[in-house]
């Protein structure tokens, strides 16, 4: 990371197209590297966390309110997890699961 961030960055320019971007792989590198970087000795280091989702090692940073969110995204991750968690929560209680009155249904 400290041998790319001072490298050059992608330069960006204007075109009748609009934004064009050319990099070189190096030039890429820089980039993540300086926003690494900024955001690893920023004021966002206490909000990065690393998503719920045992499959997945995206790292994101937690602006939510609270800071009780716990996946890199909804889709596909939460949805996910949620998915898995009623599943269970089905499994458990089983077809013939107990009903208000505690006894199970016939
Ligand atoms: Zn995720």
């Known amino acids: ?3 790319y961030a001072p490298k050059p960055t992608p330069v960006p320019r204007l075109t009748p197209a609009g934004l064009q ?3 070189t792989v190096e030039q890429g590198l820089a980039h993540v590297a300086r926003d690494a970087v900024l955001t690893l000795s920023g004021p966002d280091l206490p909000l990065l966390k690393e998503c719920g989702n045992p499959e997945c ?3 994101f940073v ?5 800071a009780r969110r716990e996946w890199c995204a909804m889709d ?3 949805n996910k997890i949620k998915a898995a968690a009623y599943r269970a929560r089905k499994r458990a209680n089983g077809p ?3 009903g208000r009155s505690g006894r ?3």
């Open 62 to 66: 937690d602006r939510s309110r609270g």
């Open 21 to 23: 971007v050319d990099a």
């Open 1 to 3: 990371m400290n041998e």
């Open 76 to 78: 596909p991750c939460g």
């Open 57 to 59: 090692s995206q790292v």
């Open 96 to 98: 013939l699961a107990a």
């Open 104 to 106: 199970p249904f016939a």
